[in-house]
């Protein structure tokens, strides 16, 4: 391990040979949806994790694994091979940096390791959170350029004409365009209450016609399957007037990220 020179440590385990490489990055946020897509990826395509990044703007705790042991919470960068026109390189992480300065630093370091490596393209998945249970959630998006906004509203993406996208989903895509890399958000519409497999399928399935990229979805659409379930009792309370946590809704998404 070398220590760079804004404190984050990145830790190389080896040099994957990727063909075509598109970056697609999700981390944890309200509803999982940028989470629960990019490891559905990792998993689906037998992802190989080759290079693990540490940062003191990481909370400062240590995970747990079910085998006991303890490990430092850490960014993730895999190599997926799709066997199709483009590998994707899949970054997460098992937190979001706590402070600005720290997500700022850990995006640079993201996307240089993935444009040193051949990509030249970035997607982020997040949430575009309503806060009230939509009877047929959208995807929204956003992007570098008008032209890349134009391929998304093409593949049944709704552009995103206003607002901001927080954290690591949206500075990385904003960084992206400064370093010459083309950079796309997509936004999946949830609530902002529960997990959400649903809206985590729908930005999978809109990544999956943008990339032209076949993405086996059985495990997540069963999942989502159950959240929608669930989503179905919860409505009936929210058309008596009432939202969980007793609020109402507003109409306008309080978080987007």
């Known amino acids: 391990m070398a220590n760079s020179r804004e404190g984050i ?10 063909k075509s490489p598109v970056l697609v990055c999700g981390l944890p946020g309200s509803g999982y949806v940028g989470k629960l897509a990019v490891d559905h990826l990792v998993e689906s395509f037998e992802g190989k994790l080759f290079e693990e990044f540490y940062s003191p703007s990481f909370p400062p705790h240590g995970n747990v694994n079910g085998d006991g042991v303890v490990r430092a919470i850490r960014g993730e960068l895999y190599h997926c091979e799709t066997g199709q026109r483009n590998d994707l390189f899949v970054f997460t992480a098992d937190a979001q940096p706590t402070t600005s300065k720290g997500e700022y630093e850990l995006c640079e370091m993201v996307l240089q390791a993935a444009k040193r490596r051949g990509a030249t393209i970035v997607f982020t998945l997040a949430a575009y959170i309503t806060g009230g249970f939509e009877a047929e959630q959208r995807v929204f998006g956003a992007a570098t350029s008008q032209e890349l906004l134009s391929e998304l509203t093409e593949n049944g993406v709704r552009a ?3 607002g901001g996208i927080s954290g690591m989903n949206g500075i990385i895509v904003g960084m992206a365009g400064l370093l010459g890399m083309d950079g796309s958000c997509l936004l999946g ?5 529960l997990v959400d497999p649903i809206a985590s399928q729908l930005v999978l399935e809109a990544l999956s016609r943008v990339m032209k990229l076949k993405i ?6 069963e999942r989502a399957i159950e959240a929608k379930q669930v989503i179905g009792d919860i409505r009936t309370m929210t058309e ?18």
Request: charged share 25%.
């Open 9 to 18: 440590v990145p830790r190389t385990l080896f040099e994957p040979k990727a």
């Open 160 to 162: 995103m004409k206003e």
């Open 189 to 193: 519409e949830t609530s902002g209450y």
């Open 216 to 221: 086996d979805l059985q495990k997540l659409t």
């Open 240 to 257: 008596q007037g009432t939202e969980p946590g007793g609020s109402r809704r507003t109409g306008q998404p309080g978080y987007i990220g």
